[in-house]
């Protein structure tokens, strides 16, 4: 005689969110300005700079491409060199904050949650996050570290430092090669920032399917997170 089905163990819910790390340039900082000033300093339109810039990208190359295409033989430390002693300025400064980046934040720190900033950035980076003092738990910035993205010890720093298992860890950026991808192996939560060149450019559906948020803007994104950890 057969018995009864035995009833099924209700599925164990996802574990909940406890820390969130941002992505730097466009995410938290526009550095529309910053490829400006370059394009300026080439003597380029600036809608010629960015046209290219977004052309590069489509086949898969990066700005410095598009740097040592309109200055062939690019040194960056020369040309950062020359421009320091033209009074042209480099990096980003508080002007260049998003603006909903520091409420975005403030509110999830309310929530108790650990908040890093960790991108792939120079030496320099650190002074100018340090000047915009967002509200934060730590900046981590690749040349200091040692590590960049997308290698998996620079996501493995991360989950260190907020001292959580990586699935407890959600990483928001623009980008797929460098953010979403490498995040979701390292078996974090990923969080797909759509805004900069990369973020309308790049495509991945899979990738974005697997993502926890897909996002326009970070306005939205503390109330998200703390509707996903009360469920």
């Not at 491409?65 to 690019?74: A, H, N, T």
């Not at 998996?152 to 980008?175: I, N, S, T, W």
Request: charged share 25%; with cysteine; proline share 8%.
């Amino acid at each position: 005689m057969t018995g009864s089905p035995r009833p099924r163990p209700p599925a164990s819910a996802p574990p909940p969110i406890r820390a969130v790390f941002f992505d730097i340039g466009e995410t938290l900082i526009n550095e529309g300005e910053i490829y400006g000033r370059w394009a300026d300093w080439f003597g380029v339109p600036r809608h010629t700079f960015l046209a290219k810039l977004g052309a590069v990208l489509a086949t898969g190359g990066t700005h410095m491409d598009v740097l040592e295409y309109f200055r062939p033989g690019f040194d960056l430390a020369e040309e950062e060199r020359r421009r320091a002693e033209a009074g042209v300025p480099n990096g980003f400064g508080p002007d260049d904050l998003y603006p909903d980046a520091r409420a975005c934040l403030s509110g999830l720190r309310d929530q108790g949650l650990y908040v890093g900033i960790a991108g792939n950035q120079p030496v320099e980076a650190a002074a100018h996050m340090a000047e915009i003092a967002l509200d934060a738990d730590v900046v981590g910035i690749s040349d200091v570290w040692g590590v960049s993205k997308p290698s998996p010890e620079f996501f493995e720093r991360c989950a260190q430092l907020a001292d959580v298992l990586p699935d407890r860890v959600l990483y928001v950026g623009d980008r797929i090669d460098n953010d979403v991808r490498p995040a979701l192996e390292f078996e974090m939560r990923a969080a797909f920032l759509r805004r900069g060149p990369w973020g309308h450019i790049q495509r991945d559906d899979a990738a974005l399917r697997d993502c926890l948020f897909v996002l326009d803007d970070l306005v939205d994104l503390p109330k998200l997170v703390a509707e996903y950890n009360a469920r």
